[in-house]
């Protein structure tokens, strides 16, 4: 009996100690190929969509730039918005799921403004400038399908990288943090690629074979996301939501206005504020003492529960949660600097209108698709990260016979001073083509392509793409590095905020310089036949607002003070002074 109860116990010994048989590294690529099938959609219609607005829609360049601008700024803002929802109320799967479905209406229905013939205006010659601009109901369609697509997106971003992670972490713990490693190696990698088949494949398709194919790809694509999600339901971790953390900072500032008549005294102590339980962190800094009064424990009997919880959170926060808010807070200014730089990469529709009247051809039979020319943008970025960190930091260390590599902030400038001179040399591209358009008497006809190689564009693409490389990467390693590690989701948040910030920036730039410049009947800077307009600059005002957020981040930094790692540098290097004495 003995022996039959041992071996019943080794039967099912296993089956005790996996406890949770879901999850694991058999979701992960569900997981990845769903969001990569979903920006390789939603990215292959962005660089040709102002053709398709401008040709198929009859809109102005700057209606259909405004369209795109205010899409793309919807775009980057609603994963935040997905992202607290799914961490306080609904879940990260529920999330996703619904970003799948809605997003695939949003590109079917885009799709059938291609097939049906009444969701367009009449087609026309542009001209004679006698076009039928679009109807108000064939605009809702259009917009319409344009809004699911962001709102599906947002729902798809904003819980998909942290799912996955929720994959590894309840699935199997001993190998969890190598995977998890793993995990966002292979996550980037497949955004990037998705990034450059869509900017490549899918645009190329659309100027070869028409829209109707080139918008019906994307969505065979966004079906494909949705089913590759859906498929390993049965093995997803399904955790229940959450408090979320901007809840957490919204409660200060709720509970510092409630306690704004307490007065702070200048002799502190511990039994005063409340602590998180667990918390090395007792008593909060003096920098913005008005939020220490959210912490601050005024009756113990009625302000905390007997386990030492706060009975009313909304009246009484943690300490950590002060100072995390404050951390947040000071990192705002320099979180400003990067908007403009965001405001020159958000001028994707100018790029394709400037190509398309230049010569493409790199053979007499094959010419790049005007809309394709990003993907210089999307090399630069990672053949720079590649020599930075294999080639130039290790090069540059062993010289200096220490660890060497530029700051963060020192990334930072050096990243908008890159997007001044993208701006500077996309100014002086445009000045040539259109000199050489109205000497070649074809300035009257905006789709009249120049006696000139598209090549030229090619500095703007290289340096956009180091002042990507430079600024936006250093920008996140920024956040991460100055905020809490209990802070990483709004750390990611931030950089989409700025993104979406910038697009409404932009927006409001564009149509003020339109307005400006059409005052008294003046043809104006961005008119929609490019040669009319000077469009050199409205990039030379561009590049002008870029060294003035360049100047404008210096007095940033100098107000910011020592980054943490310029800190414990400079403690490291006094610890090593003092040794040596």
């Not at 406890?19 to 959609?41: D, H, V």
């Not at 998890?180 to 690629?193: D, K, P």
């Not at 300035?443 to 598209?454: G, L, N, Q, T």
């Amino acid at each position: 009996m003995g022996t039959h109860s041992e071996e019943k116990n080794m039967i099912t010994e296993p089956l005790l100690i996996n406890k949770n048989p879901k999850g694991g590294l058999r979701t992960l690529p569900f997981i990845i190929a769903n969001e990569a099938f979903e920006r390789m959609a939603s990215m292959g219609l962005m660089p040709n969509m102002i053709l398709y607005l401008c040709g198929e829609y009859n809109m102005e360049t700057t209606a259909g730039t405004n369209v795109l601008l205010i899409w793309t700024a919807a775009t980057n803002f609603l994963p935040i918005i997905g992202a607290f929802l799914a961490d306080s109320c609904v879940g990260r799967y529920p999330m996703i799921g619904f970003g799948c479905i809605t997003c695939l209406l949003g590109v079917v229905l885009l799709w059938l403004t291609t097939i049906l013939s009444q969701a367009q205006p009449p087609a026309c010659d542009q001209l004679r400038n006698d076009c039928e601009s679009a109807t108000w109901p064939q605009l809702m369609l259009l917009y319409s399908a344009l809004g699911l697509m962001s709102l599906g997106g947002g729902g798809i971003r904003s819980s998909s990288l942290a799912f996955g992670a929720e994959q590894l972490e309840k699935g199997d713990e001993t190998k969890s943090k190598g995977a998890l490693q793993s995990y966002f190696s292979w996550y980037y990698v497949s955004v990037l690629a998705s990034s450059m088949v869509a900017v490549t494949c899918i645009v190329y398709i659309q100027d070869n074979l028409g829209w109707k194919v080139g918008f019906g790809v994307p969505a065979v694509i966004t079906l494909l996301s949705a089913l590759s999600f859906f498929l390993a339901s049965p093995f997803y971790v399904q955790s229940k939501a959450n408090t979320s953390l901007l809840t957490g900072l919204i409660q200060v500032l709720v509970a510092s206005y409630k306690n704004r008549h307490i007065k702070l005294s200048s002799q502190t102590t511990e039994e005063m504020y409340h602590p998180r339980k667990g918390s090395m962190l007792l008593v909060p800094s003096e920098n913005l003492r008005c939020l220490n009064k959210a912490c601050i424990i005024k009756h113990p009997g009625q302000d905390l529960t007997p386990d030492r919880r706060a009975s009313n959170p909304w009246s009484l926060c943690t300490v950590d949660q002060v100072e995390e808010l404050k951390a947040l807070i000071k990192v705002l200014p320099l979180w400003s600097t990067g908007i403009m730089i965001a405001v020159t990469i958000s001028q994707s529709s100018f790029p394709v209108l400037q190509a398309s009247t230049m010569d493409r051809h790199i053979t007499p039979n094959f010419e790049i698709p005007s809309g394709s020319f990003g993907i210089f943008t999307i090399i630069t970025v990672i053949l720079w990260i590649g020599f930075y960190d294999r080639i130039l930091l290790p090069i540059a260390s062993k010289i200096r016979g220490k660890p060497c590599q530029l700051s963060l902030k020192q990334r930072m400038g050096i990243g908008l001073l890159f997007s001044t001179a993208s701006m500077a040399a996309w100014a002086i591209t445009e000045t040539v083509r259109r000199n050489i358009a109205i000497n070649e008497g074809i300035s009257d006809d905006p789709r009249a392509v120049v006696k000139m190689s598209a090549m030229w564009v090619l500095p703007y693409h290289v340096l956009s793409g180091l002042a990507m490389a430079f600024n936006m990467i250093g920008q996140i390693e920024f956040y991460y590095s100055e905020l809490p590690r209990s802070m990483s989701s709004i750390a990611s948040a931030l950089h989409g905020l700025g993104m979406s910030v910038a697009s409404l920036v932009a927006s409001f730039i564009m149509n003020a310089v339109d307005e400006i410049t059409k005052r008294g009947g003046k043809e104006g800077w961005i008119p929609s036949n490019i040669n009319k307009g000077r469009y050199d600059y409205y990039y030379w005002l561009l590049a002008g607002l870029n060294m003035a957020s360049f100047i404008y981040f210096l007095a940033c930094c100098k107000a910011y003070g020592p980054c943490r790692e310029e800190a414990s540098e400079a403690l490291d290097e006094k610890d090593g002074m003092e040794e040596e004495c």
